[in-house]
């Protein structure tokens, strides 16, 4: 047999209360009576909430434990909620472009020497471009839109000898320069002054736009336009109605030439360098996503 717990036993609020009561009597005299009263009343109250807390224990020690797969109390319990389907949804990509034209050409030229020492080769070289520079300054051409971008020195050697090695027959000097030109109505004629002034050398021609914010903003906008049309006839094909925008992305933005000539100025020699400056064709691409709703008008 389990012995049997017994519950120590605990002195009763009501006779807690008469022994507060007796000690609030004790003392003499009136201001005396007043304090030990209001003492011993406190000491009373404390001693009843300690009898009545621990009264409690025996009652709280034999409450039993909520079993884990007890159920939960009704405000504690889902509520069982229709299932809705996933809202359709049609996603597009779609370009817009615009033009612009060019206001800035970008030119690599430079000088090219060949001598029979490598030190002649770049003195001669070193020469030739500096009237080069000169020259561009004296047209106007700023300091910051000239840059020297390759510098090479390289010996020229003979392979016809079959079975013998090659022999270095000299010495091939180059400098290269980056140029900008902003005035495109005078690049011909600049291109042709370079050429009497020593450059031998004319590695390409680009043609860019300093400030393309506007071009680009009117390619968005053609793009989302795009976009939004393509979105509204593939929906009615498939039955459905466009319905309102839920994201909208940006891709890259691109911009390539389109060929146009450009007319030059003629000079006292005759007619300039002809020059293509072409037309900037700006891009941009755009990716939207769309709610699509039924053609009763139920959003899916």
Do not use: C, F, H, W
């Given at each position: 047999m389990k012995p049997e717990m017994i519950a120590p036993a605990h002195p009763s609020a009501r006779s807690l209360q008469a022994i507060g009561a007796k000690q609030a009597r004790l003392g003499t005299g009136a201001p005396s009576r007043r304090i030990h009263a209001g003492i011993a009343a406190k000491v009373a109250a404390g001693i009843t909430a300690l009898a009545l807390g621990a009264a409690a224990l025996p009652a709280l020690a034999q409450t039993p434990p909520v079993p884990a797969d007890a159920p939960q109390p009704p405000h504690q319990m889902g509520h069982d909620k229709k299932a809705h389907p996933a809202m359709a949804r049609l996603t597009v990509t779609a370009e817009g472009e615009s033009a612009a034209q060019p206001d800035l050409a970008t030119i690599s030229l430079?000088?090219?020497?060949?001598?029979?020492?490598?030190?002649?080769?770049?003195?001669?070289?070193?020469?030739?471009?500096?009237?080069?520079?000169?020259?561009?300054?004296?047209?106007?051409?700023?300091?910051?839109?000239?840059?020297?971008?390759?510098?090479?020195?390289?010996?020229?050697?003979?392979?016809?000898?079959?079975?013998?090695?090659?022999?270095?027959?000299?010495?091939?000097?180059?400098?290269?320069?980056?140029?900008?030109?902003?005035?495109?109505?005078?690049?011909?004629?600049?291109?042709?002054?370079?050429?009497?002034?020593?450059?031998?050398?004319?590695?390409g021609i680009n043609f860019t736009r300093e400030d393309t914010t506007e071009a680009e903003d009117a390619a968005r906008t053609n793009a989302v336009a795009a976009a939004h049309h393509k979105a509204e006839v593939m929906a009615e094909a498939a039955g459905?109605?466009?319905?309102?925008?839920?994201?909208?992305?940006?891709?890259?933005?691109?911009?390539?030439?389109?060929?146009?000539?450009?007319?030059?100025?003629?000079?006292?020699?005759?007619?300039?360098?002809?020059?293509?400056?072409?037309?900037?064709?700006?891009?941009?691409?755009?990716?939207?996503?769309?709610?699509?709703?039924?053609?009763?008008?139920?959003?899916?």
């Open positions: 430079g000088v090219s020497v060949q001598a029979e020492t490598a030190a002649a080769a770049m003195a001669e070289n070193a020469t030739r471009q500096q009237t080069v520079i000169d020259k561009l300054k004296a047209e106007g051409i700023e300091a910051r839109d000239i840059q020297t971008s390759g510098l090479s020195l390289s010996p020229v050697q003979n392979y016809s000898q079959d079975g013998k090695p090659p022999v270095i027959t000299g010495y091939m000097a180059q400098n290269m320069v980056t140029l900008r030109v902003r005035d495109l109505a005078r690049l011909g004629p600049v291109l042709d002054m370079l050429v009497e002034a020593g450059a031998n050398e004319i590695n459905m109605k466009l319905g309102r925008l839920i994201a909208l992305s940006d891709g890259a933005v691109s911009n390539g030439p389109r060929p146009m000539m450009m007319a030059t100025a003629n000079d006292a020699k005759g007619r300039a360098t002809p020059i293509e400056a072409g037309e900037l064709s700006i891009s941009a691409s755009v990716s939207a996503t769309y709610a699509l709703i039924a053609a009763d008008g139920a959003a899916e």
